[in-house]
């Protein structure tokens, strides 16, 4: 079934069908740069002075130029951009990480793109619960897409043709031994942290951890088990992963497919984007893990 065909069986509006054939080829096309562009320094940075690649401008590019050309998208929010940007007339809004995990290019590990779908005029004052739809992509080995319409999850893996055939539905995530402890630096003045650790390690969870969270979470969601930690500490409370370019629309993904999301005390998909750059601490996976994380660091 390709991904035009499981939309239509689903009941999405000809918009978000369309939206969806936009993303399909920005996934397409940034999978093409991976593979043959440069994967050095871009010589700028975003506006949270982190330095961007090439491939982070290119990637930025390819989605908000194929956006702005989709009627039905009227606003865009990225990562890379310094502020949210009017691209039309259309209802419906698209946030995004265009490429996640983007230091690990140059080494050739995986890495991914992360999209959020809202019907809104601005993404200010928006929860991950409002959105429409959400997916990752993960550049691998094989290009793949995850996504959720609010029916559940499924998989789709793109062909020599660029087109995307459904490789697995009904994605669930239950319970096992497997663990993605992000921003480890927390345990070192965390000791809440660094006993949660211990407990994953005494009970001999597999160590799953790629340094990129699309890939991690995507290993939680295809695996069906797991746990994938990012706590903040000391100068950075909130971590480092924001809720609308990253948290939300992964959280959004883990919800439908059964497993859970919190920042140690709310649910990720309630919190409120009082800024586009917001960050959380993010637990998220298998449900009773996430109850565990919230009982050791809540
Ligand atoms: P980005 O490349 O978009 O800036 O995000 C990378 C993120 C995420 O993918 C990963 O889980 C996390 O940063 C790793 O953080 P550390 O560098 O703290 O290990
Ligand atoms: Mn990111
Ligand atoms: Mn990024």
Not at 83 to 96: F, I, W
Request: net charge negative.
């Amino acid at each position: 079934m390709t991904l035009s065909e499981y939309l239509k069986e689903q009941g999405v509006d000809d918009a978000l069908h369309s939206i969806f054939m936009t993303l399909k080829e920005a996934v397409a096309s940034i999978a093409e740069a991976i593979k043959i562009s440069d994967k050095g320094k871009a010589g700028t940075e975003n506006i949270y002075g982190e330095e961007q690649l090439a491939l982070d401008v290119l990637s930025d590019k390819i989605l908000g130029e194929l956006f702005k050309k989709n009627e039905h998208v009227g606003l865009v929010a990225s990562e890379e951009l310094p502020d949210e940007m009017s691209v039309g007339e259309g209802e419906y809004a698209a946030c995004y990480d265009p490429l996640d995990g983007s230091s690990l290019a140059d080494v050739n590990l995986a890495v991914g793109t992360i999209v959020g779908i809202y019907k809104t005029d601005t993404f200010v004052g928006v929860k991950g619960d409002d959105q429409l739809a959400s997916m990752i992509a993960v550049y691998g080995p094989s290009t793949t897409m995850i996504l959720t319409v609010k029916k559940g999850v499924v998989k789709f893996q793109m062909d020599d043709k660029g087109e995307f055939v459904m490789c697995k539905s009904d994605i669930q995530v239950g319970e096992g031994k497997m663990f993605a402890p992000g921003n480890l630096r927390a345990s070192a003045v965390r000791e809440d942290y660094l006993k949660l650790v211990n407990y994953w390690m005494k009970e001999q969870y597999t160590l799953r951890y790629s340094g990129g969270m699309v890939p991690d979470i995507n290993q939680i969601l295809l695996k069906g088990k797991g746990i994938f930690s990012y706590p903040g500490y000391g100068d950075t409370p909130d971590g480092k992963l924001r809720i609308l370019f990253e948290c939300a629309p992964m959280s959004l993904l883990m919800e439908q497919a059964g497993g859970a999301s919190t920042d140690g005390k709310v649910r990720v998909l309630e919190k409120i984007v009082e800024r586009l750059d917001q960050r959380t601490p993010i637990f998220i996976g298998s449900k009773e893990e996430v109850k565990r994380c919230e009982e050791y660091l809540g």
